[in-house]
């Protein structure tokens, strides 16, 4: 069944028509400064013009690929040729737009204006500009002729193939006609945003319905006691259930027994492996506490001897998933030595041989996994459909053992079309049987492959709410089995201009609201999850993966090259582009694409493979994810600076990449992170009036850094007026350093590490901070004191001090009673080495200082002993924030991914954000 509606439809027929209003709304006279040139009246009516030829086309699109009802069967041929072409149509334009307004910027901003500059310079100066007005006036004549040209054809060919015959006063006026577009789809959101899809633990943690007696079997194999290293493989076909039986496993027994690992990992692998990629992670998960340097180059030999090294007195668990090919596991098991410690490896695989050599043909440690039998299928999808422990609607029942048996058993495809029948339980029974018949003869019992679950996916896809389609094909650009954050991920949909802001919910909540949906539907498997349930990452299973790569392909909306792919089939106008590229031998030569119209790129592989990011002018979203296989390897990233499009830029590797000094040019930027050694000074950065979101790590020529951590808090950052999460770290604290940061108005959350405490008292005053409702001090000892009326908004306090410095100031001038609003302390106390009697000093007058609170009694207080805050002299920063995240370090907890690595972090982050009581965020500090 072909699709109604395309992913990427909406998202790009919202942006046409906002961008050709706002250039309209523009007043036809010289600009603000800040502001880029205006039209002329002559081509503010050209436009205008198109303006109103694209709305007659649209018009018919949109009753075209939107039917009356969920059952109506979808455009024929002949239609969804015409559909496509219109969005490409729309694509044209919108680039046109995007490239008009970049002209319109350097046009504003050319011209010497020097009063030294001689007659001559200023008259060829004058010359040059008027022959670009002219050039430009020709330019926009020409392509707007041009698409008025091609929407006229449109509008023709529509008429004379009878696609949607309607009579005159059948349409509505213009005006109407898109206010009544914009409610149903919001209408379509809102309902959609309505269903819950409760993350509870077993929709987080995946069902493990019919598989006890092979976790039974784990149990036993794991516990046994034998001091010799034991490989079980977990065996089965794909969707089977392999990696939620494996990930149960880890997450239940892993620590569990008499005898607790020292250290375990979870090792994904993508068919296409690259060992170092494997192995460095593999390592950080095995040694967290001594993170390597993100610019370190490591190599396969001296990976293994490093793991090995580290094994080779411990008892370890790992567990290494989706193993496709009997010589990795040679070359991994090179580095897990067996020391007679107790030691287990679990390894999951679809294929048997593959199983068997990593056991040593040993029979007897291969779990094989079957499809469910009926009665099982019958309990994992009714549970799936209204919850465990509820009735299942009586007359549904039929219908539904009809589909369970379409799905052969397989828990993937048995959890993906539940959790969908889950949504349509509003829509009755015809919905029902409208999807019941569309599984047709689908058989995934005797067929468990892609091709047998591409019919259950494409059904899924087709009857995706319209907002949520791009938002799952976005999913295409990333390598397989890559963990996806979801931070990341609503940032990036907002710079696509994925997400609209829905009633009272802002961009990120919505975006946030997506991803939820994603997991809840069994789309994306969650793999980092935090105490309250709340899934802050992801991964694509394979089969899943497959399916929307070639949805994608299918619709034009991304490409994704996959190591040395060179037959696959793709559109000559590419708008996102995914490169992987392990190593120079796998560099697919770009020939065929246009790449001046991409919008969003993302590169995996090695920086030597990169191709030149001038090539792409009309950038969103930048993506990188390069490595180097050589020692004090440098990118230059400065041409950055001139995509002037560019919304979001993330940076990840072992390089230096070297960023533009300037990037007030960028004034789309939302998002910069930058988890590489960078150098630059972006001296202008507090003019780019969008950006929400900073990350520099291990930034180099920054003013005022010691090392890696500032020396104090640096004056400009109380310029930074829209910032709302703050997270920094500095050598030391002055009483001007925090009124530095309570101007910033905007402030909802504030992580404050400091190295050295001061030698009197920082006080928090009665003025500023007003929108804080997180806090977070870090310093060997608890200088900061809060009088009346300060921070009149925090909700959740963070305190992270030494116990032998307690006394150095007096515990009863803290204040805390001052923090009216305030309804959860934590607090996490180094030095688990101090005598008993000072440790319970210590916790005594800080819980009695708590109690000066006016409301003690409903305060969430959790008090913890760790190691040592900032421990000895000479250890480093690194090492110190690193063991506090091994301890629980409650800000770590909700950013499992960062590696802070004594760093200056703006954070503008969901999960932190959902974890807010009460949080609500400023409307007009969204970027839309």
């Not at 041929?77 to 072409?85: D, I, L, P, R, V």
């Not at 008025?148 to 004379?160: G, N, Q, T």
């Not at 789809?185 to 092979?214: C, K, P, W, Y």
């Amino acid at each position: 069944m072909a699709p109604a509606v395309s992913a990427s439809q909406g998202v790009i027929m919202r942006s046409l028509t906002s961008k050709l209003d706002s250039l309209l709304l523009q007043p036809p006279e010289p600009p603000p400064p800040a502001q880029p040139s205006s039209l002329r009246k002559g081509e503010r009516k050209k436009i205008l013009l198109l303006r109103g030829d694209l709305r007659h086309l649209l018009d018919d699109y949109y009753l075209l690929v939107e039917p009356l009802s969920d059952t109506a069967p979808p455009p024929d041929s002949t239609a969804a040729c015409w559909a496509k072409e219109v969005r490409e149509l729309s694509y044209d334009v919108d680039d046109f737009l995007d490239e008009l307004t970049t002209q319109l910027l350097h046009h504003r901003g050319g011209g010497d204006g020097s009063s030294t500059a001689g007659a001559k310079k200023m008259i060829s100066s004058m010359i040059a500009r008027l022959r670009g007005e002219l050039n430009r006036r020709r330019w926009i004549a020409d392509e707007v002729t041009l698409f008025r040209a091609r929407v006229k054809e449109a509008i023709r060919r529509h008429e004379s193939y009878h696609l949607g015959r309607r009579t005159s006063s059948s349409r509505p006026r213009e005006e109407d006609d898109d206010d009544d577009r914009e409610d149903s789809a919001g209408n379509e959101r809102r309902r959609f945003l309505s269903l819950t899809f409760g993350m509870d633990d077993a929709a987080v943690h995946g069902q493990l319905v019919g598989r006890d007696i092979s976790m039974q079997k784990l149990v036993r194999w794991l516990a046994d006691g034998e001091p010799k290293l034991k490989v079980a493989s977990i065996v089965g076909s794909g969707g089977v259930g392999k990696t939620t039986l494996a990930t149960e496993f880890y997450r239940l027994h892993g620590r569990r027994l008499d005898a607790p690992f020292d250290c375990r990992a979870f090792v994904r692998t993508p068919r296409k492996p690259d060992m170092t990629k494997i192995l460095t992670d593999m390592l950080s998960q095995l040694r967290p506490q001594h993170q390597h340097q993100s610019s370190d180059v490591w190599e396969v030999d001296r990976l293994l001897e490093t793991i090995r090294t580290h094994l080779q007195d411990k008892r370890y668990f790992i567990i290494i998933e989706d193993l496709w090919a009997s010589s990795m596991w040679d070359i991994v098991s090179r580095g897990l030595p067996d020391n007679n410690s107790c030691s287990r490896i679990l390894i999951t695989t679809e294929i048997e041989p593959v199983a068997l050599a990593c056991c040593g043909y040993n029979s007897e440690h291969i779990i094989k996994i079957d499809p469910l039998g009926d009665d099982v299928s019958s309990q994992l999808f009714f549970s799936g459909v209204v919850g465990q422990g509820n009735e299942f609607p009586g007359h549904l029942t039929e219908v539904s053992h009809d589909m369970i048996k379409k799905c052969g058993g397989l828990p993937l495809a048995i959890t993906i079309t539940a959790r969908h029948f889950k949504s349509q339980l509003l829509d009755g029974m015809q919905q029902w049987n409208h999807i019941q018949k569309s599984l047709t003869t689908s058989n995934l019992k005797k067929n468990p492959t892609l091709q047998g679950m591409r019919q259950v996916l494409n059904l899924i896809y087709n009857n995706l709410p319209h907002c949520l389609k791009a938002c799952l094909l976005y999913l295409s650009i990333y390598k397989e089995d890559y963990i996806i954050r979801k931070a990341n991920l609503v940032r990036q949909w907002m710079a696509e201009g994925f997400i609209n802001s829905i009633e009272n919910k802002v961009m990120e909540e919505v975006a946030g609201n997506y991803f939820d949906e994603l997991v809840g539907r069994g789309l994306v498997q969650p793999v980092d999850v935090n105490c309250k349930n709340e899934v802050l990452s992801c991964v694509v299973h394979h089969m899943v993966l497959n399916f929307i790569r070639c949805k994608s392909i299918e619709e034009n909306f991304s490409i994704t090259l996959d190591h040395s792919q060179t037959t696959v089939r793709h559109a000559d106008k590419v708008r996102r582009l995914s490169l992987h590229f392990s190593n120079a031998h796998d560099t697919t030569p770009l020939a065929g694409l246009r790449l001046s119209q991409v919008r969003s790129m993302a590169f995996f592989g090695q920086v030597k493979c990169m191709p030149s990011i001038a090539d792409y002018r009309l950038l969103r979203v930048l993506i990188l994810c390069f490595w180097a296989d050589q020692e004090k390897t440098s990118y230059d990233l400065t041409s950055i600076s001139e995509l002037l499009q560019l919304r979001y830029l993330k940076i990840t590797g072992n390089i230096t990449v070297k960023l533009p000094e300037k990037i007030q040019g960028l004034q789309h930027l939302q998002t910069l992170e930058a988890d590489a050694r960078a150098t630059a000074v972006l001296l202008d950065i507090v003019h780019t009036q969008c950006l929400l979101h900073l990350r520099l790590v291990l930034l180099d020529l920054l003013p005022h850094c010691h090392r890696y951590i500032f020396t104090s808090i640096p004056k400009w950052t109380g310029k930074l007026n829209n910032l709302r999460i703050l997270n920094i770290a500095v050598m030391q604290i002055s009483q001007d350093d925090l009124d530095t940061l309570k101007g910033l108005g905007s402030l909802t959350a504030l992580s404050l590490l400091v190295r050295t405490a001061p030698a009197q008292r920082i006080v928090a005053a009665n003025e500023g901070f007003g929108s804080l409702k997180y806090f977070m001090f870090v310093c060997t000892a608890p200088c900061m004191t809060f009088v009346e009326g300060a921070m009149p908004s925090v909700q959740r306090l963070n305190l992270r001090f030494n116990a032998n410095e307690f006394k150095q100031y007096d515990s009863k001038e803290t204040g805390l009673e001052h923090l009216v609003a305030l309804a959860e302390i934590s607090a996490r106390i180094g030095g688990t080495d101090d005598d008993e009697s000072n440790k319970t000093e210590v916790e005594s007058a800080l819980r009695t200082a708590i109690r000066k609170h006016p409301t003690p009694s409903t305060l969430m207080v959790d008090i913890q002993w760790v190691d040592w805050i900032f421990g000895a002299e000479g250890r480093d920063l690194d090492e110190d924030l690193a063991q506090q995240d091994d301890h629980g370090y409650g800000f770590f907890i909700l950013f499992p991914g960062y590696n802070l690595q004594g760093l200056l972090s703006f954070f503008l982050s969901l999960p932190w954000l959902l974890s807010l009581p009460s949080m609500h965020l400023q409307p007009d500090l969204m970027i839309v």
